[in-house]
């Protein structure tokens, strides 16, 4: 049993390590991948993913001194609050973090986004990194990257 817990403790580590993560978002099969080990995942591996920004372009973050909510649930090229409801991302517990986090990792949100190219002068697709999630993506050009992202910073 022991065994089997390393086992997948490695592949998770391998899996969701800010650099490997980072370097197959933007295969699809990369994020199928992803999306079918979160559900192997405990609460306590997504938390500790998401806080330490290998958990792709989803993030989560306490309460601050003027914040309303205990945590905030968060998907880096959102627009606006950024919240995965399309809010806030306001949860009470960190078990709602992990629910949540689990169910949008399943579904793919926490993969590169697919955007179309929008009219842009040079049309050269690049490398953008999200400082809250530490996400780096390949966007089909620089219009087309998401507020909070900013071209380079991507080791590859």
């Known amino acids: 049993m022991l065994k089997a817990h390393l086992k997948l403790a490695a592949i ?3 899996l ?3 650099g ?6 933007g295969s699809q099969a990369a994020c199928c991948n992803f999306a079918n080990q979160c559900s192997q995942m405990t609460d306590q591996q997504i938390l500790d993913a998401a806080r330490n920004k290998a958990f792709g372009t989803c993030y989560y973050h306490e309460q ?19 919240g995965y409801d399309g809010g806030s991302g306001c949860l009470h517990s960190p078990a709602d973090v992990a629910s949540t986090l689990r169910r949008l990792c399943q579904d793919g949100v926490c993969c590169c986004p697919n955007l179309p190219p929008n009219p842009c002068e040079d049309p ?8 809250d999630s530490g996400a780096c993506c390949t966007f089909p050009n620089r219009c087309t990257i998401p507020p909070g992202w900013t071209i380079g910073g991507c080791d590859f």
């Open 12 to 14: 998770l580590f391998i």
């Open 16 to 18: 969701c390590s800010a």
């Open 20 to 25: 490997t993560w980072s370097q197959a978002a």
């Open 64 to 82: 601050c001194s003027i914040c309303l909510c205990p945590f905030y649930v968060k998907v880096s090229y959102y627009n606006g609050s950024k």
């Open 124 to 131: 050269t697709p690049v490398r953008a990194r999200n400082s």
